[in-house]
């Protein structure tokens, strides 16, 4: 759900070129750290890739550039719209690709609130882990934007069509409050109306506060808690079951 954190830095330079790094570097990304004071330790040098570079939109073979938004709700003159996300590097396919240094950015902020012992531990691996499922997934990895800037992205999981799904997001902690609360409204509705679903699941480290009163405020109820769902740092970590019925 709702995170944040401060990215630590790699202990020492890797050689290895990952494959998502010669991707994103083949695209055209630019260096934006020196213009953006929280990442100000990071460096291609110290970091052994690149993902934090914006996308200077050059167009690619078979890539949509985002003028298939999956929704565009409208609420007092506000617009929020939600684009699937596809970077299929293999087959050379791309949709919306100008929006993933943000995410990646976002989930890598928040990433000691998201990631498990089953996710890779090693950056540049976690990296190529993301991407990959962001295609996987597709087109329910998704960037929500507000009036066309990024404000969070969401994607869905083990899907029981047209039963249920399980959700799991991130948003930018700029848009906390009513539009966060909002645009989780707009995408709950969305799926509704496009496929059907009944009903849509969180599971929320018990630890984070935060993002347990976001699912509450956005009238998901809780429904339980699951001892020892998972491991992290090797220890047993609960999460908190939410539930949502959307008819």
């Known amino acids: 759900m709702t995170f944040f954190f401060c990215i630590k830095?790699?202990?020492?330079?890797?050689?290895?070129t990952f494959k998502i790094s010669c991707f994103l570097n083949s695209l055209?990304?630019?260096d934006y750290i020196s213009r953006t004071p929280k990442l100000g330790v990071l460096t291609p040098q110290t970091m052994g890739y690149s993902f934090l570079y914006p996308f200077l939109q050059k167009p690619r073979k078979n890539e949509s550039r985002g003028e298939r938004p999956l929704e565009l709700p409208t609420k007092g003159g506000i617009m929020i719209e939600f684009l699937p996300l596809r970077a299929d590097i293999e087959n050379d396919s791309f949709e919306n690709i100008q929006y993933l240094p943000f995410v990646i950015d976002l989930l890598f902020e928040?990433?000691?609130l998201i990631i498990d012992d089953y996710f890779p531990?090693?950056?540049g691996e976690l990296l190529d882990y993301i991407v990959e499922e962001i295609t996987s997934l597709y087109p329910w990895f998704v960037v929500g934007l507000l009036d066309g800037?990024?404000?969070?992205?969401?994607?869905?999981?083990h899907w029981h069509y047209p039963h249920s799904c399980q959700l799991h997001a991130c948003i930018d902690r700029k848009f906390w409050g009513k539009t966060s609360l909002y645009a989780m409204e707009e995408l709950l509705k969305f799926l509704h109306q496009t496929t059907g679903i009944k009903r849509v699941q969180m599971e929320i480290p018990e630890f984070n506060k935060i993002a347990i009163n976001y699912a509450k405020k956005t009238g998901f109820q809780e429904e339980g808690l699951i001892k020892c769902a998972t491991l992290k740092g090797g220890k047993c970590l609960n999460h908190v079951l939410f539930g949502k019925i959307l008819c």
């Open 9 to 16: 830095r790699r202990k020492s330079p890797k050689k290895k």
């Open 28 to 30: 055209g990304f630019i």
């Open 110 to 112: 928040n990433k000691q």
């Open 121 to 123: 531990q090693e950056d």
């Open 149 to 157: 800037e990024p404000l969070g992205t969401a994607w869905l999981t």
